[in-house]
Every structure is written in structure tokens, then in C-alpha cells.
């Protein structure tokens, strides 16, 4: 008799301390969330993210063209009718990093190789235009029409634009530049 009343009372031991240790971690559970909603609502800063990779467009443009490279001379933004303009002015163009453009391009942009006294029709200006994306259609396997749509996006996705002094013919021979 005494042993089966010790085996119910401990039974109803076992099942109060299970039934206390349910209640204990149902708390628990709900501080967690409760605190968990508190965190999301709270605006959380974003990480920093990896800089984008700068992208420079050098476009070559016969020296006969000066209407076109005069307004990009005071450094204004590209508008929709210049970059249509930039186009069908455009001889040959390249697109690379800014670390490319340094070692390949950016004398050019000096003083130094500006064009002798004598000017020749062959002439040509450097247009250096900062990219805020790369652009597909700017690639030297990009399509005409992909080409005209990259050049219509130029006002959305351009920088600073810096034009060189006049240059002979031979400043883009042998480059790295593709036709447009």
C-alpha cells in the first residue's frame, strides 16, 4: 500500500516539475521573441558595401567637332541631346577602370601632347567621362543598337567629363580603343 502511494505521489512529482519546467521555458520563449521584435523594429544601418569598381569612358572626337566638345569644357552634366551628339561624334571610345585609364590614358590629358602649332585635320580630343556603372553597351562587343542605348543612358550614368587638349591622330593610334 505504502509503495503504490510513493509511486503516485512521485509520479505527480515528475509531472509538476515537467509541467514547471514547460512554463519556465514558454517565458523564455517568449522574451526571445518579444525581444526579437523589439531588435527588427528598430532600423538597422546597412553595412557598408564593397565601393563599386570606377569606371572611366574615353571617347576619341575628331578636333572638327569643337561644337560639341565646348559645352563638356565647362564640366557640365551630359544632357539627352549631347550624349546623342557624343555618338554620332564619336570615332573610337574605351571603357576600363580608373587604374587602367591612369596608366594608359591620363597623360594624354597633359599639356605636353597637345597638338603642334600646325593643326591638322586629323586632330582629335579625348573626352574622359567618369562612369557611375558598367554598361554593356560600351563594351567593344556591344552591338550598334546597344551601343546608341548606352550613349542615350550617359546623362543618368556619367560623372565628371574632362576633355583633353587637341591631340594629332596619333594619340589613339595603336590604343586600346574599338570603333563605335
Do not use: C
Not at 509511486?7 to 512554463?23: Q, R
Not at 557598408?48 to 569644357?73: F, H, T, Y
Not at 561624334?89 to 576600363?96: E, R, S, V, Y
Not at 579625348?126 to 550617359?154: C, N, P, T
Amino acid at each position: 500500500l505504502i509503495d503504490r502511494k510513493f509511486f503516485i505521489l512521485f509520479g505527480f512529482l515528475i509531472t509538476a516539475v515537467s509541467y514547471a519546467l514547460y512554463l519556465l521555458n514558454q517565458q523564455s520563449t517568449q522574451k526571445e521573441e518579444s525581444l526579437k521584435r523589439r531588435e527588427s523594429s528598430v532600423p538597422q544601418l546597412p553595412y557598408p558595401s564593397q565601393p563599386k569598381k570606377s569606371l572611366v569612358l574615353v571617347l576619341v572626337i575628331n578636333a572638327g567637332r569643337e561644337d560639341i566638345l565646348q559645352p563638356l569644357k565647362t564640366n557640365s552634366p551630359i544632357t539627352t541631346n549631347q550624349s546623342d551628339l557624343l555618338y554620332r561624334a564619336t570615332q573610337a571610345l574605351w571603357m576600363g577602370s580608373k587604374v587602367d585609364f591612369s596608366s594608359e590614358f591620363e597623360s594624354w590629358f597633359n599639356s605636353e601632347h597637345a597638338a603642334s602649332k600646325v593643326e591638322s585635320e586629323y586632330d582629335v580630343y579625348f573626352v574622359q567621362i567618369e562612369l557611375y556603372e558598367d554598361d554593356s553597351g560600351l563594351k567593344s562587343d556591344a552591338s550598334q543598337l546597344d551601343r546608341i542605348d548606352a550613349f542615350h543612358r550617359l546623362p543618368n550614368n556619367s560623372g565628371k567629363v574632362k576633355v583633353s587638349n587637341q591631340l594629332p591622330s596619333k594619340a589613339y593610334e595603336n590604343r586600346l580603343f574599338y570603333s563605335r
